[in-house]
């Protein structure tokens, strides 16, 4: 990987921590061009979460099958996550085991059944491989086994911990890849629910991976990832498919996806589709140019009614919410909410939200370009399921762009290469060589 420009190690914005959700006690610090990630106090076990039903409990050493736990990496509300290898190989993998009460054994299975589907024939290069997985016993319980390729940091330690500034490039590939693995799920009618930073991963190479294994700081975990960088390639994966669900199933009865992500149609109604995803992936896009929040949900996280609060953002960033983008499905408890004119009734807010073009211009894009980004994201934020912008259509639009290049036609002259998106229609382009030609295409211009 390409060497940092010691100059982009110390951003501006590289230490905002504020109305970060849950990793403020998360630190940074970097050196050797390396991106090291603090392993946050909150990714520990206590001892009472071994509980009943709750985390198993292993160390270093202990075999399960044939793959020997070798690290502690993280945990989750749903179990823990150990660095194993393959005994008599040198194949290492991440295990995530579930906790044993039946809830998560459900999550799990459902999981499991979804990355199975959707990796058949073939795994999509930004959606996180599931190599295997199995029941395990316990102390009189069973917990569910979940081995997955070696993924490095998240992309919610790299905005928030790493004390890197996403470089906008950067910022545009890591878009069109997960933007490929959206247009990928939403062709198969699967909505992911929960995508949100903290469920897209980096991926790393073997050396990485090694340096994990071998690593004994357990206070921070390094990779040579340099997302300063405008020409280091970097892979993104979607990962954590536990809420998942395929349009033509019974849905989910309450929202279960994190606040800050969460659509207006899953709190108002209960009619949603993939376009769901959409919104939460603009909320996506906007923590990676603005290392910020787009909604304090933080902030208001004590007061009593916080949906009211919530509405409040939605209406202050993007207008009014009428009633009629959200009459198939209302929620009863929302029916009296919206006066005359048919527009939600919401306390009043005497504060400056975030605004798409100054938080471009604030970052370093030019005029004409930070118009264009504005433009571009305000499609995720639609009211109406209908207009919100499409995966498919994303991909297509100028900003996503590599490096804005105009490329030359046989005459000499300006055209703007198309980008090309995966025909899944067909099932013969439905392949790993169709995958890679799409991301050849993406990182074709930083070379
Ligand atoms: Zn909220």
């Known amino acids: 990987m390409a060497s940092t420009n010691a100059k982009n190690s110390t951003q501006p914005f590289s230490s905002k921590q504020q109305d970060t959700h849950g990793i403020s006690d998360s630190t940074f610090h970097e050196e050797n061009n390396q991106m090291v990630i603090a392993i946050a106090e909150r990714t520990k076990v206590r001892e009472e979460q071994y509980s009943e039903g709750g985390f198993f409990r292993a160390n270093p050493g202990h075999l399960i099958n044939d793959y020997e736990l070798l690290k502690y990496l993280s945990r989750g509300g749903y179990g823990t996550v150990w660095l194993a290898k393959r005994t008599q190989t040198d194949i290492y993998s991440a295990m995530k085991i579930s906790k044993s009460s039946i809830g998560y054994e459900e999550y799990s299975k459902r999981e499991i059944e979804i990355l199975k589907k959707i990796q058949t024939p073939t795994s999509h290069p930004n959606i996180v491989k599931l190599l295997d997985s199995f029941y395990m016993e316990g102390d009189n319980v069973k917990h569910m086994v979940m081995v997955f ?11 928030f911990s790493s004390g890197q500034k996403i470089h906008l490039e950067v910022v545009k590939s890591i878009t069109r890849q997960l933007l490929e693995a959206i247009n990928y ?8 629910m929960d995508i949100k930073p903290a469920n897209v991963m980096l991926a790393i190479n073997e050396n990485d991976i090694k340096h994990l294994a071998s690593n004994q700081d357990l206070t921070c975990n390094r990779y040579s990832i340099d997302v300063t960088n405008p020409n280091a390639i970097i892979v993104a994966k979607l990962a954590d498919f536990g809420l998942a669900f395929y349009t033509d199933e019974k849905l989910p009865s309450h929202p279960t996806s994190s606040c800050f992500f969460r659509a207006p149609e899953q709190f108002l109604t209960t009619k949603y589709d993939t376009a769901l995803d959409m919104w939460s992936f603009g909320c996506l896009i906007h923590e990676m140019i603005a290392a910020s929040n787009l909604f304090a949900c933080k902030k208001y996280r004590s007061v009593p009614n916080h949906n009211s609060c919530h509405f409040m953002l939605m209406d202050h960033l993007f207008g ?3 009633r009629a983008d959200f009459q198939d499905g209302l929620r009863r408890e929302f029916s009296q909410q919206f006066d005359r004119d048919g527009h939600m009734v919401v306390p009043y807010l005497n504060e400056f939200l975030p605004n798409f073009y100054k938080t471009a211009v604030h970052n370093g894009m030019k005029e004409e370009e930070a118009e264009e980004y504005s433009n571009f994201l305000h499609l995720f934020f639609k009211y109406n399921r209908a207009e919100r912008i499409t995966a498919g259509e994303a991909l297509q639009h100028a900003f996503l762009l590599p490096n804005r290049v105009k490329r030359l036609d046989k005459n000499g002259q300006e055209e703007t290469a198309a980008v090309p998106v995966l025909d899944l229609k067909n099932p013969e382009t439905n392949n790993e060589e169709e995958f890679d030609r799409v991301f050849q295409f993406h990182n074709a211009d930083k070379n």
């Open 149 to 159: 390729e070696v993924l490095g940091p998240t992309l919610e330690s790299v905005i």
């Open 320 to 322: 009014p919410i009428k």
């Open 185 to 192: 799920i939403h062709n198969l009618n699967l909505v992911h």
